[in-house]
């Protein structure tokens, strides 16, 4: 890997047979992305450091040091603060990288991205198949926005390519999808994370419920907002505020 980043010189080691520029010497007056940086080994973690900081480093085998100009992009799936604590991963590095921290929520808190990226993968795959296929049925796409996705974009993506490989006519249905309505439900109990004092667990708890509740009442009232407020037993703005705050949609 460190070849791999820095490049090497002839002899370096066994097989090193000619000499390999790195992918930083490639990135020059440019921008290199570290993707799953947390993975990263701790030994590999210092070099970086060291050209992080200096902005030179040398290829393995060598002694020349290279001055670079490099952004650096890095993003990781961990919670690096935690990795810090279990030592896996370098406080100081976290700092140098972390300049301009983006955090991005997994689709599950996004319910909003959820629909646009399963027809995004459906445009994809029913395009490489050669299948004509409009979209979903509404039973499909409810159970796409109830599942709970602990997988990811990744997961999401899997499961359309699957429903398009199964699907026979001009909408997905919820049988091609391999998911139920069930399986959403325990997978929000079990994904619930029992961590932070009680008022902390019954917050999360309660916005579960609010959020199956608020979603079942829309659809039993075809989105009239006016009558789900009152079925609800809540003021009209107050049912507003908690469809933008969930991202639900219809």
Not at 98 to 113: G, L, M, N, T, Y
Not at 132 to 159: P, Q, T, Y
Not at 238 to 246: A, D, F, M, V
Request: overall charge negative.
């Amino acid at each position: 890997m460190e070849s791999e980043l820095f490049g090497h010189e002839a002899g370096a080691f066994t097989g090193a047979k000619e000499k390999k520029i790195g992918k930083f010497e490639l990135a020059d007056k440019g921008t290199i992305f570290l993707d799953e940086i947390g993975d990263m080994d701790l030994n590999l973690q210092a070099k970086l450091l060291r050209v992080l900081q200096g902005d030179e480093f040398a290829r393995l085998g060598g002694n020349k040091p290279i001055k670079i100009d490099v952004r650096v992009v890095a993003a990781s799936n961990r919670d690096l603060q935690k990795a810090i604590s279990e030592q896996t991963f370098r406080e100081d590095l976290y700092y140098r990288l972390s300049a301009f921290p983006i955090i991005i929520p997994p689709i599950r808190e996004r319910h909003e991205d959820i629909l646009p990226l399963a027809g995004h993968f459906l445009n994809i795959f029913a395009k490489e198949m050669s299948k004509d296929i409009k979209g979903f049925s509404k039973e499909a796409k409810k159970i796409i926005l109830n599942h709970h996705w602990k997988g990811n974009v990744r997961e999401l993506e899997n499961c359309i390519e699957r429903a398009v490989i199964l699907c026979n006519g001009e909408a997905i249905q919820p049988d091609n999808l391999g998911l139920s309505q069930i399986d959403a439900e325990k997978a929000l109990l079990d994904e619930m994370p029992l961590e932070g004092g009680l008022s902390d667990v019954c917050s999360r708890a309660i916005k579960i419920a609010e959020t199956r509740l608020i979603k079942k009442v829309l659809d039993d009232t075809g989105w009239n907002k006016t009558k789900a407020a009152e079925i609800l037993k809540v003021s009209y703005k107050t049912l507003l505020t908690k469809i933008k705050e969930y991202g639900l949609e219809e």
